[in-house]
């Protein structure tokens, strides 16, 4: 069990405007997750995604499979 602590980031897209999404990538090695939470709230939820379903959600959107971002 480890006990590191999520290293959170926003994307370099974000222009600050609250509508952002922070997530922590340093966990997939040792979880298996991406955690994902509010940027604005930062006591919210935290909603652990599965590194391999998070890396297809990404190359979606690279892809534009979800309409313009």
């Not at 590191?4 to 405007?17: A, I, M």
């Not at 939820?45 to 890396?55: C, I, K, M, R």
């Not at 959600?57 to 309409?67: I, L, M």
């Amino acid at each position: 069990m480890t006990t590191e602590s999520p290293r959170w980031f926003k994307s370099s897209y974000s222009d600050n405007g609250g509508q952002c999404v922070e997530v922590a990538t340093n966990l997939v090695d040792s979880r298996g997750v991406v955690p994902v939470r509010d940027s604005k709230d930062q006591a919210s939820p935290v909603l652990n995604v599965a590194a391999g379903s998070f890396a297809s959600f990404v190359a979606g959107v690279r892809a534009g499979e979800f309409g313009a971002v």
